[in-house]
C-alpha cells in the first residue's frame, strides 16, 4: 500500500463536502440553524480572534465532540444545524468536514480561505 499524501488528502475531502467562498459564508454568520466551527487551536485563535459566535472545536478533538455518545459532545453540534467548518486557511478544515460528514452530519460546509478569507471578506472577528 502506498502513502497518501496530506495534499491528495485535503484535495479528496474537498472533493466530498460543500465548500462555501469567504463573501458566501460571511452571509451566514448568525442565520438561523447555522453553526460556525472553528477548528483552530486554541493558541490561533487567541493570536488572531474567531468569527463572531463560532464554536471551537480544536480538530484534534473533533471525533469526540461530534459524537453524540461521548461525555464531550457539544450540543452546539447537531445534525438539525448547518455546520459550516473553518480553519486557518482551508486544508483542516476540509478533513474535518469530509470526517463530520463521515460521522452522519448531513448538513456540513467548509470555508476555502479559511480564517483569513473570512475576515478579508468582512466576517464580524471576536476575541481579538
Do not use: W
Amino acid at each position: 500500500m502506498s502513502i497518501r499524501s496530506s495534499k491528495q488528502m485535503v484535495a479528496d475531502a474537498d472533493a466530498a463536502v460543500d465548500t462555501l467562498r469567504p463573501e458566501d459564508a460571511v452571509r451566514l454568520v448568525g442565520a438561523d440553524n447555522t453553526v460556525f466551527v472553528d477548528v483552530r487551536e486554541a493558541a490561533e485563535r487567541q493570536k488572531s480572534g474567531t468569527i463572531s459566535g463560532a464554536v471551537h472545536v480544536p480538530r484534534g478533538f473533533l471525533e469526540f465532540i461530534a459524537d453524540p455518545a461521548s461525555e464531550r459532545h457539544m450540543p452546539e453540534l447537531s445534525n438539525d444545524k448547518r455546520l459550516v467548518v473553518f480553519c486557518a486557511s482551508g486544508a483542516r478544515s476540509a478533513l474535518a468536514a469530509k470526517t463530520l460528514k463521515e460521522m452522519g452530519y448531513r448538513n456540513v460546509a467548509h470555508v476555502k480561505g479559511g480564517f483569513g478569507g473570512l475576515a478579508q471578506a468582512g466576517g464580524p472577528v471576536a476575541g481579538v
